[in-house]
């Protein structure tokens, strides 16, 4: 094992359902893995990064996950040490000695420029970010994951690299193995780099330094992941070449995160609406929300003692759990609105089985999807929407027998979405619930990660006959 990887490499934790070891002196397939955002960062990233890891590992194949140090996490999000439990323990984890810099809430670490002039340290070190790579935050990260993932190679030769993106700044590494030792990679852009999935717009042209790199990279990929349909449109109809390697891989939702149980709402102690998610979107999307909310409480008797409670992540760094959004819900308290702070993964299944009905409050339109439509599905309670109407967990709710509809971001639909799924909680029966739940189930995490290694795999031999 090499000195970074005893330096700072963790095993995983145990899965209950491991593949057998090939036969005696066979050589496992290695995978280096570029997955910043690894558990047991508490990040929503980290569920589609620990089943793809286990997916592989399950599959024959050891596998490297490069990633950053724990204090990073400390610094942004927060860590979540429930998430790293199912890491396959046979998973070894590479983690650096990085961090962001801008995080940091030490004084005792700021340098003269930064506690005189704040403005122009953070203008300087957008400037420095950007030099190796064009990205602001994880651009200078470049050159020490270049020679972490070239010195993991060396000890143990990679038969494949994945990046999974965001930070961009994987896909400078994995065209660096390919340059130098012609180890095959492949993509999972997740959201797409060059389209801004909140805008619906383009994020960069062809022509940028962002846009070189995408093309770059793209063009000998062995595959490309995305999450929904319209971002695998915007990569097939920008790089044509490469458009049957264009594959939407899902979110879906781990099995172990739904309650699994009939529901027996109770509206004489109050019916308890529900969202669980970061909270993301601004302002004034969480203001209509909570007026539609006040509205409905305050016109339907079955909500008149009603609460809803909000879980979940609030603001990054020295930020994180102030914003105006946490100051809105706590003005909210007498409307029977409440903010409990982030949920453990381990916790996930018995919160959700408190409540009566989801509030799925979601930014950005057509080529957004969320991971957390999947798990709501996977609730067989019923879901409000608060999000465009022309929005892709629109299209993935399609046809959930309880769902209020897509009505848009306004107070007075929501407020009839309220009370629609008000009335749905109440007199939905025991069939209702199980068929909710059942409209789920082809979105299991486990499902459509195995199909994607396995697709992955076999490009990979297809692959190998390709002239370079």
Known sequence: MSTIMSAFSTPGAPRSEAAPEPGSGERRPHLIYLAVGFPPAAKSCAYRMRETANQF????????VVTVEDESWELESGIDHTLSEKVDPRVETVKLPLRREDLETDIRRYSEQRAISPAKWVKSLRERQQETFPEQNFGEWRGTFEDAV???????????????????????????LWEEARVPYAVDFRDGWSID????????????????????????????????????????????????????????????????????????SGLVFGYLGTVNFSKQHLEAVLEGWRAA?????????????????????????SSPQAEL???????????????????VASTYARWDAMVLILIGGRYVTSG???????????????????????????????????RGIDWEAMADAFVEAAHLAVESTDEQHAEAMAHADRFTREIIMSAAVKNLVNELQLVKGRPQ
């Open 57 to 64: 590992t399950a599959q024959g194949w050891d596998v490297t």
């Open 150 to 176: 070239l010195r993991v190679h060396r000890e143990k030769p990679a038969d494949l690299l994945l990046a999974t993106c965001v930070p961009y700044m994987n896909l400078a590494p994995a065209w660096r």
């Open 197 to 268: 999935v909140v805008d619906g717009r383009e994020a960069f042209g062809p022509d940028s330094e962002e846009g070189r790199w995408e093309a770059r990279v793209l063009g000998s990929a062995v595959s490309l992941w995305v999450v929904n349909d319209p971002i695998a449109e915007h990569y097939r109809a920008r790089y044509p070449e490469i458009a049957d390697r264009v594959h939407v891989v899902r979110n879906g939702y781990d099995v172990d995160s739904a309650p699994g149980r009939t529901h027996n709402p109770d509206p004489e």
């Open 297 to 321: 409480r305050g016109r339907e008797p079955l909500l008149a003692n009603a609460r809803f409670e909000v879980r979940g992540h609030i603001g990054h760094g020295a930020n994180r759990g």
């Open 329 to 347: 819900l706590r003005d909210a308290e007498a409307d029977g609105v409440s903010y409990g702070g982030p949920v453990a993964k381990a916790d």
């Open 372 to 406: 957390k439509v999947y798990e709501y599905m996977a609730t067989g309670l019923p879901i409000v929407s608060a999000h465009a109407i022309d929005h892709d967990a629109s299209n993935v709710l399609e046809g959930h027998p309880l769902w209020t509809g897509a």
